[in-house]
């Protein structure tokens, strides 16, 4: 695991695409339990070098009822988003992830990994890539339809607060989704604590 992220942190695949350079940002560890696979990272976290470093991660954390010592212990928590660098800004908002880290790496990442019980799949870009053709048409009908993709998967929107209109649309994601997001995130730690 340590070779192969080092051959990522030092990946130059797209960076005539980056406005910023290439800084692949990644956490994962071959004893990582759950999974998370997100979009790319923000300009605040391309500075820190931080995944998640954001309030995106914070409502993530919240959404998955842990904190900052349990999300950042990679033995627990791998981190590992569809891009691994800053895309850099687009018309309304963040571009999307840049499409050669996931084909490139994901496949080799996951497989050091020896036993992770949970993929959280966040966002479209994600959901398209790892779930295929059973992806629904849109993200609400895919994240109401959760409990499809589990145990393997557990499918989520964005966390960014960009979202909080969604979220007020779609009330059935609070009461539904993340007590079951948090009663499994418990779950998988806590057996994994003993």
């Known amino acids: 695991m340590d070779r192969l992220l080092s051959k990522i942190y030092s990946c130059d695949i797209c960076k005539n695409k980056l406005p910023l350079g290439p800084k692949p940002i990644v956490n994962a560890h071959r004893k990582s339990k759950i999974v998370v696979i997100g979009q790319a990272p923000g300009s605040k976290v391309h500075n820190t070098g931080v995944p998640w470093d954001d309030q995106s991660g914070e409502n993530l954390r919240q959404w998955m009822g842990i904190d ?70 849109t993200l609400t009908e895919t994240v109401r339809n959760y409990k499809t993709y589990l145990p393997q998967y557990f499918v989520l929107p964005h966390p960014s607060p960009r979202n909080n209109i969604w979220q007020a649309k779609n009330e059935w994601f609070k009461e539904n989704v993340l007590p079951d997001l948090k009663l499994k995130t418990n779950e998988i730690l806590e057996n994994n604590n003993r």
């Open 68 to 137: 900052n010592s349990v999300f950042y212990d990679v033995e627990k928590i791998a981190l590992i988003p569809m891009g691994f660098c800053y895309p850099g800004r687009g018309k309304s908002g963040d571009n999307p992830p840049t499409k050669e880290c996931a084909p490139k790496w994901h496949n080799d990442l996951l497989a050091k990994i020896e036993s992770p019980e949970l993929i959280i799949l966040i966002g479209k870009y994600a959901q398209d890539y790892y779930l295929k053709d059973l992806s629904k048409k």
